[in-house]
């Protein structure tokens, strides 16, 4: 019971401590909500990595699909807008469908064939006008609301809201890779055939572990559209949806649940903060220094670097 | 109408002898070490910068550039093969993540002593008219459409006649056989790195005389490379150069027949079509599905 203890005590400190300390700090807390929506994405990549054993390159197409559904059911339907972020998700799960036919290819052509789907959208969004609006964007994309007199659109309540998205996720996450279909799943890693022979449907697994993923990363993408009224296709679709969280997975560990969440606060702020600063053109540079780093070295990320240095120590001791 | 769209199957093929040069190299390397190497397309674009500096510094033809190019690209393509060569676990998936990120590296390291500016040559000797009939294309293209064919003839001939090519073809086939014929994989691997670097420096070189380019153009041509890839089907040179010109074709006539912001689509309808009816590609014996 000590660790629900110790997960009370985080909860509330996220959800009371920080907007209290944080909150007069507009700045601070843009950054802190920024980090939290990287984290989203790169949870919903980790999943599909850890769970499903696929590498996606294609993430900013569920993002900008997300962020496209959201914003256009809410402008020209009224649809309202924490259902708008819901329908993102499920606008990200319909791209991910189209995609299932890419499932029948074998890992690495998998990887570029999400790749090269991810292009279509942007495409779609550049050139569908009457819909996106083209090339030149929406603008004024409408805020979150106030609801029972608690206007979410102000920083702490757009904080709030993407910290319970991202906590609902890391939980939803945290039951699929406990239920039975998680041990299959992980058991996929070690052998295809072998799961197959007892009896797991791979395809169906591995095809419900990508749409679990678009899911998440589509209502992540709308939640961002309404959180900076903004979209436009360059902006949604840009590769940085997919790099940033990536390098956040693998510098955190994408095998864990905290590991991609840690690695987004560190790595976004790290980016924000100091590299930006330094080399203001070509900043992402560092971030695929980062990765090239991480894979030589550690793999599974500094959590997994830090269990093998404390291993190392247990069996010296 | 006819003419037009004769005009765009001609442009379309010129074009398709480079897509091939990029294509064979990232084949070439997935044959011998299994790896997809993400930065490919970056390789092709540092090629083609080199190119522009050399015309826009030095103030020489754009083809005086290649022996800069492919000495360049060739070391960092070798440099590439020792940073994959450096994982130690899961190499099928890690390196992909790996040459993404060195993907990056290269298009930041492109942004930054290039800018963010649209390129494109200003020589007037590569833009000169060619005319064969009613068929009209640059100087550049005919050229480099002519480089290309030499190009993949000399690589069919180094695949089945050297040592090393033969050595390439073996690792592909079968690691273990290679090993115990007294092959060593480690250095066949590096061959394969140095003759897709070669490639590509061709390639880039080709993509500057006659195109534009962008720091953000080399991921585009990775997602080329491999949509011919799929349309050939692995290990058939002419299958290559025949996905090549087909995806050349066929983006020449969307733009020809539709708007050229649709250029992209085309491919990735071409993509999706062989995926759907033949998914071991036109040519190819090896199985993708899993």
Redesign the interface.
Known sequence: MKINKLLIAALLAVYILVPVLLGGDAYVMSLVIASLIIGGIALSWALLGNLG?M?S?GHAAFFGVGAYTSAVLSMQYGLPIFLGLLMGGVGAVLSAVLML??L??????F???I???A??FR?LA??WESVTGGSAGIASIPQLPTVFGYDFASKTGNYLVILTIVLVFAWIYDRIRRSPHGLALRAMHDS?DATRVVGVNNTLLKALMLLVSAFMCGVVGAFNAHYINFLEPDYAFS?LWV?IP??AA?FGGYRTITGPLVGAVVVYLVDQLFVKNI?P?????V??????VM??AS?DGLLGLFRKFMRKKDAAA | MTDLILQAVYSGLLQGGSYALIALGLALV?GAM???N?AHGELVLLAAYIAYTVESKLGWNPIMAIPAAVIIVTITSALLYF?VG?????R???S???T??????L???V??IW??DVRATSSSWMQEAFVVGELYSMRSEVLFFGVSIVLIVALWWWLSRSWYGRAVRAVSSNRDAAKLMGINPGKTELVSFIVAGILAAFAGVALFSYGVITPAYG??L??KA??IT?LAGIGSIPGVLIGAVLLGIAESLTVTLASS??Q??AG?GL??LV??VM?NGLFGAAR???
């Open positions: 054993g590498v390159f036919p890419v029948r290819l074998r890992g690495p052509y990887a570029l064939a790749l090269a789907y292009h279509i495409i550049t050139e295809e590769a790099t990536i390098v693998i080399m053109t070509g900043h992402q540079l971030l695929g220094l980062v990765l090239v894979i030589i793999p | 997935f299994k790896v997809i993400l940073v450096k994982i130690k676990t899961n099928e998936i890690n992909l993540t790996l993404y990120g060195v993907g990056v590296i298009t930041n390291l942004l930054m800018s963010a991921g585009v990775t997602v491999f949509i799929v912001a649709l992209e689509l990735m993509f999706l995926l759907f998914p993708r599905r899993g």
